[in-house]
C-alpha cells in the first residue's frame, strides 16, 4: 500500500497542473449531480462556487506540502542574490545634496 500512495505522490508532484484541473472537473460534475432539484442555473453557479473553494484548498494544501518537504528552498541565502546592477548605478545625489542630472526628468 505504501508503494502505491508514493507513486501516486510522485505522479501529482509531476503533474501538479493535471491533478488540479482533475480535480476541479470532477468537483465541478460531482456539484451539478447533487444539485438536481435547483434550476439550472443555481446548479452552474454552486458548482462553480465548490469547484473554486476546493481548488483553492487544493493549492493551499500544495503551498504547505511544497514548504514543508523542501525547507531548504525557504531559507533567504543573501550571498545568492546579484547586487552587481545597482552596484554599477551612479549615486542618485551628489555629496552635497543635489539631485543628480542622470536621475532627474
Do not use: C
Not at 500500500?1 to 460534475?29: D, N, P
Not at 432539484?37 to 487544493?58: C, D, E, G, N, W
Not at 545568492?80 to 546592477?85: G, K, R, T
Request: aromatic share 10%; hydrophobic share 35%.
Amino acid at each position: 500500500m505504501e508503494r502505491l500512495s508514493s507513486s501516486v505522490q510522485s505522479w501529482v508532484e509531476e503533474h501538479k497542473l493535471a491533478s488540479i484541473g482533475g480535480l476541479w472537473a470532477t468537483a465541478v460534475g460531482a456539484s451539478v449531480a447533487y444539485g438536481r432539484r435547483k434550476t439550472p442555473q443555481m446548479r452552474l453557479i454552486h458548482a462553480r462556487l465548490h469547484a473554486q473553494a476546493l481548488t483553492l484548498a487544493v493549492l493551499g494544501g500544495a503551498a504547505l506540502a511544497h514548504h514543508y518537504y523542501n525547507p531548504s528552498s525557504n531559507t533567504n541565502n543573501s550571498s545568492s542574490l546579484d547586487y552587481d546592477f545597482y552596484s554599477q548605478l551612479p549615486p542618485a545625489t551628489t555629496d552635497d545634496g543635489q539631485e543628480n542630472e542622470r536621475w532627474s526628468w
